[in-house]
């Protein structure tokens, strides 16, 4: 179990980034739903903003000093953590329903335990497999409780639910594979470059249609609502996803994915769009009870430590 004030911060940070990721889905609605931003547009915001975000927060701290060697890490990352993961739950939600989408998502806590298993040889313990059964068990029952399968399907839903599939795989691969090497660097300065790479990539299929964009059809509302994603929903949540990323495990760090549907129905409750019940009280006991068993469960230091093997 992580301990210590600094395992207590990657906690906080971690509820902090995954409660504004939920309040970013419904907002993202409402901006889109007057069809003036459309989803790629949204995701140009998103990490075309974010980037000029980082580079102006960098003027803040000290320079460090990235060699070519280190950037080409940071662009894969940058593939994984941002573009790949950004662009294909987008177009995959676009291709299938909402609600499949929603179920889709619950497996990524699952992909992160057996990637740390098979690259940082992270332990699967029974606390970690049950933990995450609970968790998905508690996701699925916010997700069927609110009849989101039953939304209108999409127009290639094999499609969309293999690309929001490969949306979690992609998350999933990028938290395992840069676990130790984020700790290289300011949290800032990580930022600064992936995002950086992201937009590069980016950017031959967005600038067109950003320069075409009416944007005096746009209202005060949508304004709003597209500031909160850029600044809230990916600026201040991939700063509290870097540090939880930095201070706990990955397996940890998935688990906190299944705090964005509980989110979604505070929300629902709040606007009087839904009603508290019995089953979503269970969901939500569900939902923590196993984001606390994958947390105590026993990470791969402990687990040598434990056999005499770490001193």
């Known amino acids: 179990m992580e301990k210590g004030t600094g395992a207590l911060r990657g906690h906080l940070a971690m509820l902090g980034a995954n409660i504004m990721w939920g309040l970013m889905s419904p907002v993202a609605k409402v901006v889109m739903a007057g069809?003036?931003?459309?989803?790629?547009?949204?995701?140009?915001?998103?990490?075309?903003?974010?980037?000029?975000?980082?580079?102006?927060?960098?003027?803040?701290?000290?320079?460090?000093?990235?060699?070519?060697?280190?950037?080409?890490?940071?662009?894969?990352?940058?593939?994984?953590?941002?573009?790949?993961?950004?662009?294909s739950f987008i177009?995959?939600?676009?291709?299938?329903?909402?609600?499949?989408?929603?179920?889709?998502?619950?497996t990524m806590p699952l992909w992160v335990m057996l990637l740390a298993a098979l690259i940082l040889k992270e332990p699967i313990t029974w606390k970690k497999c049950c933990g995450i059964a609970l968790g998905?068990?508690?996701?699925?029952?916010?997700?069927?409780?609110?009849?989101?399968?039953?939304?209108?399907?999409?127009?290639?839903?094999?499609?969309?639910?293999?690309?929001?599939?490969?949306?979690?795989?992609?998350?999933?691969?990028?938290?395992?594979?840069?676990?130790?090497?984020?700790?290289?660097?300011?949290?800032?300065?990580?930022?600064?470059?992936?995002?950086?790479?992201?937009?590069?990539?980016?950017a031959p299929f967005s600038v067109a249609k950003l320069v075409s964009l009416p944007w005096s059809q746009l209202t005060l509302g949508e304004i709003g609502g597209a500031a909160y994603v850029v600044f809230c929903g990916t600026f201040l949540a991939y700063i509290c996803i870097m540090t939880g990323q930095k201070l706990l495990r990955p397996t940890v760090v998935g688990m906190y994915n299944y705090v964005q549907p509980v989110v979604a129905m505070c929300i629902g409750i709040w606007l009087g769009l839904d009603n508290f019940s019995l089953t979503k009280g269970i969901a939500v006991a569900l939902i923590f009870s196993g984001v606390y068993l994958v947390t105590t469960s026993r990470s791969r230091a402990q687990e040598l430590q434990g056999k005499g093997e770490v001193r």
């Open 35 to 87: 069809a003036v931003v459309t989803p790629l547009v949204m995701t140009d915001f998103r990490i075309f903003g974010a980037a000029m975000l980082f580079w102006i927060a960098s003027i803040a701290v000290p320079r460090e000093h990235v060699p070519p060697c280190d950037l080409l890490l940071l662009a894969g990352a940058a593939m994984l953590g941002i573009l790949l993961n950004q662009g």
């Open 91 to 106: 177009f995959g939600v676009s291709f299938t329903s909402p609600g499949e989408a929603s179920v889709i998502t619950t």
């Open 136 to 202: 998905a068990s508690g996701a699925l029952l916010l997700v069927l409780g609110g009849g989101a399968l039953n939304s209108a399907s999409g127009s290639n839903p094999r499609l969309g639910d293999f690309l929001v599939l490969c949306a979690q795989l992609s998350y999933a691969l990028y938290l395992t594979l840069y676990k130790n090497f984020i700790k290289k660097y300011s949290l800032v300065t990580l930022m600064k470059w992936m995002f950086t790479f992201a937009s590069v990539v980016l």
